[in-house]
């Protein structure tokens, strides 16, 4: 019996968004792959990526700013974990997506 005979989801494939050195240490970079705004962001050396627009209000998260793992959003600060998205105040998460760095490009499951 395969998998797909047993309901399993496949993960989305990885696509390269950007090089490597496009994103800045500190910097954010805003990606559109099939109509979804993708953040890239530089955190403690490791590339992250989420849904730019905000849950709670279709803020864009690149306006927002870095604090202690959180992306802050700039509308009502609604701060997100970078590593999940979860938003412990309202209980819930921003979506966030799979990064890996390949041969210089920035490649994310989505």
């Given at each position: 019996m395969?998998h797909?005979?047993?309901?399993a989801?496949?993960?989305p494939?990885?696509?390269?968004?950007a090089?490597?050195?496009?994103l800045?240490?500190?910097?954010?970079?805003?990606?559109?792959?099939d109509?979804?705004?993708?953040?890239?962001?530089v955190?403690e050396?490791?590339?992250v990526a989420?849904?730019?627009?905000?849950?709670h209000?279709d803020?864009?998260?690149?306006?927002?700013?870095?604090?202690k793992g959180?992306?802050v959003?700039?509308?009502?600060?609604?701060?997100?974990?970078?590593?999940?998205g979860?938003?412990k105040?309202?209980?819930?998460?921003?979506?966030?997506?799979?990064?890996?760095?390949?041969?210089?490009?920035?490649?994310?499951?989505?």
């Amino acid at each position: 019996m395969t998998h797909e005979a047993l309901g399993a989801v496949s993960a989305p494939p990885f696509r390269a968004l950007a090089a490597r050195s496009d994103l800045e240490p500190a910097g954010k970079l805003v990606v559109t792959v099939d109509g979804v705004e993708v953040l890239l962001l530089v955190h403690e050396d490791r590339v992250v990526a989420l849904a730019n627009r905000c849950i709670h209000r279709d803020r864009e998260l690149s306006q927002g700013f870095l604090l202690k793992g959180r992306i802050v959003c700039p509308g009502h600060q609604w701060s997100f974990a970078l590593e999940d998205g979860f938003c412990k105040e309202r209980d819930r998460s921003q979506p966030v997506y799979e990064t890996r760095v390949v041969d210089g490009t920035i490649e994310v499951a989505i």
